[in-house]
């Protein structure tokens, strides 16, 4: 199975678990894995029989923006809920990251699988 990936993808949301977190807008990082057949769309160049990163990638911005989770957990499973279903994806991988959460660390966050390659 061939995979399309999107790596490094920033969206503005509210998570957070503390109050103060609940008030602001954060940025999370997200790369994806996402498990598909290019060789239909390569056979004929066609954007229309692949997995369409612009159109994904604009979706997961509009998720975040409604978004108001306490947990980056919760975040990562419904997204990769949401994608899975919206976009026909058998399996994708997907780690969301947050920046600055812990001083010592660049980020923290979590990576999780879902669906059968």
């Known amino acids: 199975m061939d995979r399309v990936l ?4 920033t969206v503005e949301t509210v998570i957070g678990a503390y109050a103060w977190e609940r008030t602001i807008r954060q ?4 790369d994806l894995e996402l498990a598909t057949d ?20 604009e979706r ?17 499973e419904r997204l990769a809920t949401l994608l ?4 026909a994806i058998a399996w ?3 780690t ?12 923290v966050g979590v990576s999780i699988e879902r669906g059968a390659v």
């Open 6 to 9: 999107i790596e490094g993808l």
């Open 27 to 30: 940025t999370l990082e997200l």
């Open 38 to 57: 290019i060789r239909p769309a390569a056979a004929g160049d066609e954007l229309a029989r692949t997995l369409d990163y612009a159109a994904i990638s």
């Open 60 to 76: 997961i911005l509009a998720f975040a923006a409604a978004s108001d989770f306490a947990l980056v957990e919760t975040f990562a």
């Open 84 to 87: 899975r279903e919206e976009f």
């Open 92 to 94: 994708l991988r997907l």
């Open 96 to 107: 969301v990251r947050k920046p600055g959460a812990v001083a010592q660390a660049r980020a």
